[in-house]
């Protein structure tokens, strides 16, 4: 009882070219755009920014965590306390929000001393912008009701404790 050994391809060779061909086309424009410094594609806010978009109201905050799990949110211009969030609460979409903009500041080695700027735009757009990496979320794409915790920040008054 002999069984045939066979060791064609299991592949046709034209996709195995297509495929390599595929790679090797990512890699030459990736190339090029990195060394002719072509920069990234906007985020909209940034490009609504450049092209003169009409802000409604905008505050720069610092996002401050606690040992006791608790997040302290201050209002840079006022050293204030534009809310303070204990753990449990219902503002799990805020401190989502701020988990992954503190992975990405790690990653990057930057502190979480710079603020971040909270945008409503005139198109009713709101937005979230880290300034220190350039990172900037988009808060409607996220539904109206985790839309309105960050824009009660927009509007709620300080206190000083």
């Not at 109201?57 to 401050?64: A, D, E, I, T, V």
């Not at 969030?85 to 903009?101: A, E, K, V, Y």
């Not at 009701?145 to 009660?152: G, K």
Request: positive net charge; without cysteine.
């Amino acid at each position: 009882m002999s069984m045939a050994h066979n060791h064609d391809n299991m592949l046709p060779r034209g996709a195995l070219m297509g495929a390599g061909a595929l790679v090797l086309v990512a890699l030459a424009v990736t190339s090029i755009a990195r060394i002719t410094g072509m920069t990234p594609a906007a985020t909209p806010s940034v490009a609504r920014a450049a092209d003169g978009a009409a802000v409604v109201s905008s505050r720069q905050l610092r996002f401050s965590d606690r040992a006791n799990g608790a997040v302290v949110i201050t209002d840079v211009r006022t050293g204030l306390i534009a809310e303070h969030i204990t753990p449990g609460s219902n503002s799990g979409f805020i401190r989502g929000i701020m988990r992954s903009f503190a992975r990405d500041r790690r990653a990057r080695d930057v502190g979480p001393d710079a603020p971040f700027t909270l945008t409503l735009w005139g198109d009713g757009q709101l937005s979230l912008t880290d300034h220190a990496t350039g990172r900037s979320v988009e808060l409607n794409s996220f539904g109206s009701t985790n839309r309105q915790s960050f824009v009660d920040l927009l509007t709620r008054p300080e206190t000083r404790t």
